[in-house]
């Protein structure tokens, strides 16, 4: 550690005064921040090298002057995407409860790896497993692991379907590998996200990977999966989707299970974000089914709008689930003499106490608050597609489901020109994308504060920027 000068200090296990300063001061600039209006794009991105640059230094430099230098970077080249018009991407913002137990975290800084090194972690993921099973609807027996993101949650949860699907064949995975192992068949969805796509691939299962047909509403179509699902040879996995991530859709849960079931395959629902409407008793009916999949990989960071990072993986068979991502060595303390590991439920092994976090917004809001949360994003969303789609020339490409709205609004020179005025303007944030060959702009209402005034400045900033000055 160095101090104001760069010059090395020890502290002998004792907090300094210096330290306390540094904190402080970060907890005054926080609260700076959060009152700051500011506009959703990057002040100035160009400073960036200059600020952030140079050679590394020889003899470092003081607290404080390194934390100014981050906060100048910062105040130019971040995105703020908790305001609540940053409508790119699926990113949530962070609730002050997530930020300020986000701080306790860092401050205790645990490795959750296995309950020796962090009781606290270790007992809060079991909690968190338990409340979440029960929001979501879940088999009883549904089991959780904590991850990075959703990506890692869908490499957790795929694993298992490989182990369970190659040990119904006769195959142990773990111990022979994938070399002249009986074959897979995986049947994804048009619209799959490319997470699951690269898990799959890092699975060694990216040759086996056929495409269902979806529909204009981006829903697969059952009458196809049923085609292939038949013609499949070996094991079976499917992965479906709740709320994709162009449109929103949530694929025919009941069917594409009873489909998958009936030849003895595992189903996996990416449900990244969408999985957070099954809290709402009003938006429950459009997931009918979730609870019929065999595992689920949703984010923390998105529409529960905990901090970054924070994946989950859920698996409703166990043994499978723990049987393929966990290991043991004799320097480990595990849970054959404590408690439950948190690494025997994830890809990773050691990582931050991200439970503690998760359970501080799951105790803060509670079932309700999740599910206003939910509910006012795709009150808002909704509102977006009606603004938007009276007007001559922008077209609603598929159905406002939940939080995703999809809009054509000329060719790709035209979409890109609206979104560059948009997005330099600094009055909202959009993407672009491609459906179904089509050039088109997405709009994701994905943090807790977006509601009904936000949607009305956005569609006037957009009218403003589509129609001819």
Same mark, same amino acid.
């Given at each position: ?13 004792? @907090? ?9 001061? @970060? ?21 960036? &090298? ?9 003899? $470092? ?6 934390? &100014?230098?981050?906060?100048?970077? $910062? ?47 270790? @007992? ?12 979501? &609807? ?72 056929? !495409? ?22 070996? $094991?079976?996995?499917?992965?479906? !989707? ?9 694929? *025919? ?79 480990? !303390? ?7 590991? *948190? ?7 050691? !990582? ?17 608050? @999740? ?13 977006? $597609? ?81 129609? *001819?000055?």
């Amino acid at each position: 550690m160095t101090g104001s000068r760069g010059q090395p200090r020890i502290a002998d296990g004792q @907090v300094m005064a210096e330290d306390l300063d540094l904190l402080e001061s @970060v907890a005054h600039y926080a609260r700076f921040f959060l009152e700051t209006p500011r506009p959703v794009r990057p002040r100035d991105p160009e400073r960036l &090298g200059q600020l952030l640059g140079g050679e590394l230094p020889e003899k $470092g430099n003081g607290e404080h002057t390194t934390l &100014g230098r981050l906060v100048e970077a $910062g105040e130019s080249g971040l995105r703020p995407s908790g305001d609540s018009r940053s409508f790119g991407y699926v990113v949530g913002g962070a609730l002050p409860v997530g930020i300020a137990s986000d701080w306790l975290v860092s401050l205790w800084d645990q490795c959750a790896a296995v309950y020796e090194t962090s009781p606290l972690a270790s @007992v809060a993921e079991q909690v968190c497993e338990r409340w979440l099973v029960e929001l979501f &609807g879940l088999p009883s027996e549904t089991v959780m692991g904590l991850t990075s993101g959703c990506t890692t949650a869908n490499l957790a949860c795929l694993s298992a379907a490989r182990q369970q699907q190659l040990h119904a064949a006769g195959w142990e995975v773990n111990g022979r590998g994938m070399r002249d192992s009986p074959p897979l068949s995986v049947l994804v969805g048009r619209h799959t996200h490319v997470s699951g796509l690269r898990c799959l691939r890092l699975l060694g299962l990216g040759g086996q990977v056929e !495409q269902v047909d979806a529909g204009p509403d981006g829903r697969m179509d059952p009458r196809h999966l049923a085609e292939l699902a038949a013609k499949a040879p070996g $094991g079976l996995i499917v992965c479906g !989707q709740v709320g994709s991530t162009d449109c929103g859709s949530v694929d *025919p849960l009941v069917e594409i299970a009873s489909i998958t079931h009936a030849h003895g395959g595992w189903l996996h629902l990416d449900a990244a974000y969408g999985m957070w409407a099954a809290a709402s008793p009003v938006l429950r009916p459009r997931l009918s089914g979730l609870e019929l999949a065999d595992s689920w990989s949703c984010d923390g960071h998105k529409w529960l709008n905990t901090p970054y990072d924070c994946g989950i993986a859920l698996c409703a068979r166990p043994e499978p689930f723990i049987d393929a991502v966990r290991f043991n060595a004799d320097y480990l !303390q595990t849970s054959e003499r404590t408690g439950r590991d *948190p690494m025997d439920h994830r890809v990773e092994i050691s !990582q931050r106490a991200r439970a503690l976090t998760l359970w501080a917004i799951l105790h803060h809001e509670g079932r309700d608050g @999740v599910a206003h949360i939910v509910e006012r994003n795709c009150s808002a969303a909704g509102e977006l $597609g009606r603004l938007l789609e009276g007007e001559p020339g922008i077209e609603l490409l598929a159905p406002v489901t939940l939080n995703q709205v999809l809009l054509h609004i000329g060719d790709e020179s035209r979409t890109r020109q609206v979104v560059n005025a948009l997005n330099s303007g600094g009055s909202c944030w959009v993407t672009s994308t491609t459906w179904n060959g089509r050039s088109a702009i997405r709009i994701s209402v994905s943090n807790w504060q977006s509601g009904q005034e936000s949607a009305e400045a956005t569609a006037g900033a957009f009218l403003r920027a589509y129609r *001819p000055s």
